[in-house]
């Protein structure tokens, strides 16, 4: 699909403010557009990304390329990690 940050696409949802996230699990989600990590609670998420959602994205430059499958994304920073001190 290209260069970039590739998820399933069941794992981008929409926050209630319109805000396009990716559900990493456990209350930890990423901003599309920042990159910036947050934890939210379940009520602050709308839904699944939609396709009508995914081609206003792609024009806007916010995602590279999507399928049935998976949604190329621009690149991303990494998951955090926990490291020991």
């Known amino acids: 699909m290209g260069v970039g940050s590739t998820v399933n696409r069941q794992f981008l949802v929409m926050k209630k403010d319109g805000t396009p996230m990716v559900d990493w699990g456990g209350g930890l989600y990423q901003d599309i557009d920042t990159g910036a990590f947050r934890r939210l609670p379940d ?17 806007s430059g916010l995602i590279l390329a999507f399928d049935d499958q998976v949604v190329n ?12 001190d």
């Not at 009520?43 to 024009?59: A, G, M, Q, V, W």
């Not at 994304?73 to 490291?83: E, G, I, S």
């Open 43 to 59: 009520r602050d998420i709308s839904h699944t990304i939609t396709d009508k959602e995914l081609h206003s994205l792609k024009l």
């Open 73 to 84: 994304l621009r690149l991303l920073p990494d998951l955090p990690t926990q490291t020991m």
